[in-house]
Every structure is written in C-alpha cells, then in structure tokens.
C-alpha cells in the first residue's frame, strides 16, 4: 500500500487523535448515508475502540431531513450531545458552515474525506482528503472509507511513537479490510492500484470467513456464497 506519510493531513490528524485518546474526550463521528459513508462511520468506531478510545459515537443524517454533508443544526446537535471532536467520514470538505458553527460550540473538527473541494476549504482544525490542494498522495480515486482507514493506520503509527504499543503488539487493523473493500467497491472509485491493493485483501478475507456479522448478513441475504466472493 502507499504509506500514510504521502497523504496531507494524515499525520496532524494522527496526533489530534492521539491528543484526544490520551484526554479520554468525547468523540462524534458524522457519517454520509451511502454505503461509503456507512462503512467509513464502522471502519471509524471499531478502529479508534481498538486504538483506545473509550468514548466514540456517530450520527448519521437523514437524507431528506437533514440533506448532505455536515450542515450547521448537525454540528449543534453533536455540540449537544457534549462531544469535544467532531470528525466527518466521506463528508465535509464542502461544509463551509457546518464546520465554521462546530468550531464556534468549541469543537476540535477533523474532516477526512474523498471529494473534490471548492473554491473555499472549511476552517477545520485538520482536513485529510487526497484532492485538497498540495496533496500528493497518488491514489487521488481512494474512497471515504479508505481515507479514514488510512488515518487509523497513521494514528497507530503515532500511538507506537508514544509508546501505546510496539510493533508486535500493536491492534490488528486488517480485520476492518472487508468494511473498507464493500465500501471501496460500492462508492463505484475507480479501482487503481492502491485501491485494488485495498479491495483484494478485503475479499481474501472475507472469503475465509473473516468479516464483520453485518457484511456476513449481507452475503447471505443476497444468496451468495461466502467462499466465492467477489
């Protein structure tokens, strides 16, 4: 895979969450409601549970209600749920006013996301989204889930240097590969090589029956069979 070190914001965002962990803070993640936005919220709550925090939630908006991205009533509403960062999966780099008023309740804001951004940048305290300007990570076709996936892997990075863990005793993040391949191939990106890297060793896993009960559901609900995923 290419290493976490060529995407921007990744390493900041490592060490944001490091902080928070170490501060046992209040961790909000907004997710989309597409399949890559869903995967990117699960791949986000399991993987910062098993990098030690002890206190992540995640809402997901309503499509009509609420429309797309994080609006500014989203951002007051994970202010009152008491959250101390707010972070977006597969959303955000869009949202000029949901961000501005998530700052303005005091929230640290960690946009991780995959779209192309505007004109202006939210004022977000860390964005890591590979077509932000002066990114030069190659894998411009990467989905939402594999940015957030790449930002656990650069905060696992920062744990080991804070001495969390070593090497041989570092969390496992692989078993997330299945969420980051369903989510990868659904969002319809394009399928370059690190993106295929992503995909194959999510379906090796899932083939030998290494999957999260969701993505099992979903197999057997659709009549396929597990060993011949694809």
């Known amino acids: 895979l290419l290493p976490p070190s060529g995407l921007r914001g990744a390493q900041e965002a490592a060490i944001l969450l490091a902080d928070a962990i170490a501060a046992q803070q209040r961790l909000c993640i907004v997710a989309d409601y597409d399949c890559d936005g869903a995967t990117a919220c699960a791949v986000g709550l399991r993987g910062l549970k098993l990098l030690g925090a002890t206190n992540v939630e995640y809402l997901v908006p309503d499509r009509v209600i609420d429309g797309y991205g994080l609006t500014a009533p989203i951002a007051e509403r994970v202010a009152a749920r008491k959250a101390d960062m707010l972070i977006t999966v597969d959303n955000g780099i869009a949202s000029i006013e949901g961000v501005a008023a998530a700052c303005a309740a005091g929230l640290k804001v960690l946009v991780t996301d995959h779209h192309l951004p505007g004109a202006e940048l939210?004022?977000?305290?860390?964005?890591?989204?590979?077509?932000?300007?002066?990114?030069?990570?190659?894998?411009?076709?990467?989905?939402?889930?594999?940015?957030?996936?790449?930002?656990?892997?650069?905060?696992?990075?920062?744990?080991?240097?804070?001495?969390?863990?070593?090497?041989?005793?570092?969390?496992?993040?692989?078993?997330l590969l299945p969420l980051v391949a369903l989510g990868t191939v659904a969002d319809v990106v394009r399928l370059?090589?690190?993106?295929?890297?992503?995909?194959?060793?999510?379906?090796?896993?899932?083939?030998?029956?290494?999957?999260?009960?969701?993505?099992q559901a979903l197999i057997t609900t659709a009549g396929r069979e597990i060993g011949r995923a694809h």
Do not use: H
């Open 122 to 175: 939210p004022a977000a305290d860390v964005i890591v989204n590979p077509n932000q300007p002066g990114c030069a990570f190659e894998s411009k076709s990467i989905a939402g889930v594999g940015v957030m996936f790449y930002v656990l892997l650069a905060l696992r990075a920062e744990l080991r240097t804070r001495g969390a863990f070593d090497a041989a005793s570092q969390p496992k993040l692989d078993a």
């Open 192 to 215: 370059d090589a690190n993106n295929r890297r992503l995909v194959a060793q999510g379906l090796r896993r899932i083939r030998a029956g290494q999957m999260p009960a969701g993505v």
